[in-house]
């Protein structure tokens, strides 16, 4: 009888992989769309890359693009399109709907935070909660916070200039980031800055953990696991990086319960001279919205929202300055023209706004971030309509001569199907940014429309809300080095400390020792 049993299931488990199999091959509604079959039949290709050769899809897609053309079925589901004059219909103007793809927000196993919302509704109104607190008259408002730090910043580099010692740059710029963005969004304040073997140890951890996304991507039970064992079981399990979010969590967690009693126990206070939001932190913004529903008011969600916040905003500006404190130091003609741009300035200090004038350091800025790629991960985009691909001129490739008219045309691509553009293909593409692994400032001044594909922030309804306090960090911190230390060279330091060989949300180097040099 058991026997009868496991053999019924597994024949109704063959014809069910075959038919499903047929139907994802022939029947289904993007069979007609370019690619590998296996990518076609199965989620396992994926993985393959995904893990088995670590962060590595993101540059397979770029290949098979090359031999299927601009458009690719690269999972059964998705479609990616190597076309960045097709960007502004899957990454949709604000306002247009435009769902995330659940599959993918996954692997951050943060559903609470904004960036990985998948629906529109929500997410719009996790946004309008947040966007005063990111505006940039509150960005200006908090600059001297980011002084303080650009400042302490200095002392440090100065500190190695004395001691006549390397500075590993990226670990600085790692524990800038983390400090300011922690101490901008919330009412307890970090110093990790002040600590460079912590920050190191922390920079090292984050991306350790991000290691493990794809991971999670793929096997989303394991992270639920872990979350409902013990926590004295769990937690020599997990690696040091969680143990840090952890951490972080725990902290966040205090700042609530504190902000949720004194909201009760003095609800009328003054807040007058807290600059153009009125308020302590992003908690406390966010606490007192009005378009959030209770429920998204817990703690949890907000717990959520804030490690992910504390996560983008570390990164990304931290990867950029690496990227171009490598690149001005790799090539002093580049240096050499940034400085004397600077040295022209009238103002001592100037403000970031001032900053922002200065065309060849806005073009350095520009280029950092598009060779830091922001998120590599695909983030796909959901469309509840009916979309047609037609190839402009900037597909890469451009469809065979082989096909027919009605092929070349257009592919449809029906309502609710998942479609991404990589930061790696738009930021590499050849039509638009020549020779494009090259760090050239002067493209970003020769052709103004380069910001039109400029995509580390992400693009539409979807952008990067921390926008405006990364690039105050940028300039800031570019403007301060450039000025203040007059002699800077790599040390034991080549291309491959900025590389991006993988993809784990971010761009991962060859190299993850960081950029390391000597001051004069």
């Not at 904004?114 to 607190?133: D, M, N, Q, W, Y």
């Not at 064992?229 to 952890?246: N, Y």
């Not at 520009?366 to 691909?389: K, P």
């Not at 450039?482 to 784990?504: M, P």
Request: hydrophobic share 40%; glycine share 6%; charged share 20%.
């Amino acid at each position: 009888m058991v026997l009868q049993i496991i053999q019924t299931i597994g024949a109704v488990s063959l014809v069910y992989c075959v038919g499903e199999g047929l139907r994802r091959l022939y029947a289904h509604p993007l069979s007609h769309i370019p690619g590998p079959k296996l990518a076609a039949l199965t989620w396992w290709y994926e993985f393959y890359f995904d893990v088995i050769q670590p962060g590595r899809y993101i540059f397979k897609i770029q290949e098979l693009h090359q031999e299927y053309g601009p458009i690719l079925r690269i999972t059964p589901d998705e479609v990616h399109i190597n076309d960045v004059g097709f960007v502004d219909t899957v990454y949709a103007p604000s306002g247009a709907r435009r769902d995330k793809y659940d599959y993918q927000l996954r692997a951050l196993n943060m559903p609470g935070g904004v960036g990985t919302t998948a629906s529109h509704e929500i997410h719009r109104k996790r946004r309008e909660a947040l966007a005063p607190f990111f505006s940039r008259r509150n960005v200006v408002h908090l600059e001297p916070l980011i002084r303080e730090k650009v400042e302490q910043l200095c002392q440090l580099v100065a500190g190695h200039a004395e001691e006549k010692t390397p500075v590993n740059l990226s670990d600085l710029f790692w524990g800038f980031s983390n400090d300011v963005t922690n101490n901008f969004l919330f009412a307890h304040q970090s110093n990790i800055l002040a600590d460079e073997a912590k920050a190191a140890t922390s920079r090292q951890n984050s991306n350790q953990l991000l290691l493990g996304i794809h991971v999670n991507k793929h096997f989303p039970w394991l992270p639920r696991f872990m979350e409902s064992l013990p926590l004295v079981i769990s937690k020599p399990l997990m690696p040091p990086g969680l143990l840090d979010m952890l951490e972080l969590f725990n902290r966040v967690r205090n700042e609530l319960v504190g902000l949720m009693q004194s909201k009760q126990d003095s609800p009328s206070t003054d807040q007058g001279s807290l600059g153009p939001t009125g308020k302590t932190s992003v908690y406390d913004s966010v606490l007192d919205s009005k378009v959030l529903p209770p429920e998204e008011k817990s703690l949890r969600r907000l717990q959520e929202e804030g490690a992910l916040l504390v996560l983008a905003g570390t990164d990304s500006p931290a990867k950029s300055l690496s990227v171009i404190f490598y690149h001005l130091l790799a090539n002093p003609e580049i240096m050499k023209r940034l400085r004397t741009e600077l040295e022209n300035l009238d103002t001592p200090n100037p403000a970031w706004t001032e900053l922002e004038k200065l065309p060849y350091l806005s073009a350095v800025i520009e280029e950092g971030n598009r060779l830091s790629f922001g998120v590599t991960a695909r983030m796909a985009r959901i469309s509840s309509q009916y979309e047609i691909y037609v190839p402009s001129p900037y597909a890469n490739p451009m469809p065979p001569i082989s096909l027919t008219v009605e092929q070349r045309n257009h592919w449809a691509l029906p309502a609710g199907t998942p479609m991404s553009i990589s930061t790696l293909s738009a930021h590499t593409n050849p039509t638009i940014f020549p020779n494009p692994f090259a760090f050239n400032p002067d493209r970003w001044l020769e052709d103004k429309s380069l910001k039109n594909y400029q995509m580390a922030f992400s693009r539409g309804g979807r952008k990067c809300l921390g926008i405006e306090l990364a690039n105050a960090e940028l300039y800031l911190v570019v403007a301060a080095l450039v000025t203040k230390f007059d002699k800077l060279e790599l040390h034991e330091t080549d291309e491959n400390a900025v590389s991006f060989v993988g993809d784990f949300q971010v761009a991962m180097p060859k190299d993850p020792r960081g950029v390391r040099a000597l001051v004069g």
